[in-house]
């Protein structure tokens, strides 16, 4: 099994400062990671997949980058609407894994 | 507008048996690779399932492998996964996903379904 690790756990940020969230895999997996947005009481949005391109109607502030185990999501510029949990995933091998999410909070 | 609505949901006694639904509409449904994944409550997310456009190749975690089939009806749209001697650690909320276009990520989801195994 391919296990992803994510950090921080947490991240307190202030609205308009930058968030870099880590995530890295166990194994190599190429370029097969994605990552997704959750708040509260909702379903998990895509946000990157391929590691670096945004799904459809995602904002430019979000970016992703990586390959092989080491892949980073950047917020450029975080927004209110921007708090929330993110997790990172590999989609290269089965069983497909997440990481366990990094929490951003406002600062 | 792609749609996956999750149905089943429900108290359930340790050792009982579930059955999930996943409805859904705007798309070629037997044209993409279908998923499962849970959230136990206040924890993060665990892929659960998974199965081929076809249905003829199925993949399980092995928290749940031996216990829950997924399964397709490719002519009524539905993904369902049965689920069998339940633990209270498979509560959680069932998602349904679909495989993104481009094959791989998991976009839309659906809003889920909670299931709650207590005596």
């Known amino acids: 099994e391919t296990v992803m690790t994510q950090s921080p756990a947490s991240l307190s940020v202030s609205p308009g400062e930058r968030a870099t969230l880590s995530c890295r895999a166990s194994?190599?997996?190429?370029?097969?990671l994605a990552w997704y947005q959750q708040k509260p009481g909702q379903a998990p949005r895509l946000l990157i997949y391929g590691a670096s391109t945004r799904a459809t109607v995602i904002p430019a502030r979000f970016s992703g980058s990586g390959s092989g185990t080491e892949f980073t999501l950047t917020i450029s510029s975080l927004q209110s609407e921007d708090f929330a949990v993110y997790y990172c995933q590999q989609y290269k091998n089965w069983p497909r894994t997440f990481g366990q999410g990094t929490k951003v909070e406002i600062k | 507008e792609v749609q996956l609505l999750e149905s089943g949901g429900g108290l359930v006694q340790p050792g009982g048996s579930l059955r999930l639904s996943c409805s859904a509409s705007g798309f070629t449904f037997s044209s993409f690779t279908m998923y499962w994944v849970r959230q136990a409550p206040g924890k993060g997310l665990e892929w659960v399932s998974g199965t081929s456009g076809s249905g003829h190749s199925r993949y399980y975690a092995d928290s749940v492998g031996g216990r829950f089939t997924i399964s397709r009806d490719n002519s009524k749209n539905t993904l369902s996964l049965q689920m069998n001697s339940l633990r209270a650690e498979d509560t959680a909320i069932y998602f349904c996903?679909?495989?993104?276009?481009?094959?791989?990520?998991?976009?839309?989801w659906g809003r889920g379904t909670l299931v709650t195994v207590s005596s």
């Open positions: 194994q190599s997996i190429s370029n097969n």
């Open positions: 996903a679909k495989d993104h276009d481009s094959g791989g990520p998991f976009d839309p």
